[in-house]
């Protein structure tokens, strides 16, 4: 309390020594300070004493009530795992879907690492935000805006498919 007063005296000090006293009130000098008031600080307990909560008003208006039926198409677990079990035993090379599938989960575990340092660096995910919107805006151009384009579009994605399922 003692050093804001302090420093609120030497603030006055300055901002008075700016404006000249006038002649007739030489026995008093004029304060004149910038600062704005600031009222005195509540204490914690007299905050919360000042503060009353009403409780909310429960309505019993509005009631939903939640069941299942057979019609709304709810997944057998066991019809569900007899499936997974089916394709897993088709598979040929098991040691193969596990590498990639362990591959996969590294892949996603570095790439969380990479963003996570890309946003700690202060300007960086702002231009990459902007990078983003530059492409995306380019890729709307050039493949969505017009038929033709579009049309391109999904004849490349046509091609894609059948490289992938090795049918081309």
């Given amino acids: 309390m003692a050093a804001a007063a302090s420093t609120s005296m030497a603030a006055t000090a300055v901002f008075a020594s700016r404006f000249p006293l006038s002649s007739t009130t030489k026995a008093a000098p004029v304060r004149c300070?910038?600062?704005?008031?600031?009222?005195?600080?509540?204490?914690?307990?007299?905050?919360?004493?000042?503060?009353?909560?009403?409780?909310?008003?429960?309505?019993?208006l509005l009631q939903v009530k939640a069941s299942s039926s057979?019609?709304?198409?709810?997944?057998?677990?066991?019809?569900?795992?007899?499936?997974?079990?089916?394709?897993?035993?088709?598979?040929?090379?098991?040691?193969?879907?596990?590498?990639?599938?362990?591959?996969?989960?590294?892949?996603?575990?570095?790439?969380?690492?990479?963003?996570?340092?890309?946003?700690?660096?202060?300007?960086?995910?702002?231009?990459?935000?902007?990078?983003?919107?530059?492409?995306?805006?380019w890729f709307v151009y050039r493949y969505l805006l017009f038929k033709s384009s579009r049309k391109e579009l999904a004849e490349d994605i046509e091609q894609l498919k059948k490289k992938i399922a090795g049918t081309e």
């Fill in 33 to 60: 300070s910038a600062l704005p008031y600031l009222p005195p600080r509540l204490s914690a307990t007299a905050f919360s004493s000042s503060l009353k909560f009403a409780e909310p008003k429960r309505s019993s």
């Fill in 70 to 137: 057979e019609e709304s198409g709810a997944v057998d677990t066991s019809e569900l795992l007899t499936d997974l079990k089916e394709k897993w035993d088709a598979v040929e090379n098991k040691s193969t879907v596990i590498v990639y599938g362990g591959g996969a989960i590294v892949a996603v575990w570095l790439s969380t690492i990479v963003v996570g340092a890309i946003n700690s660096v202060p300007l960086l995910p702002k231009i990459m935000e902007l990078v983003g919107l530059g492409y995306t805006g």
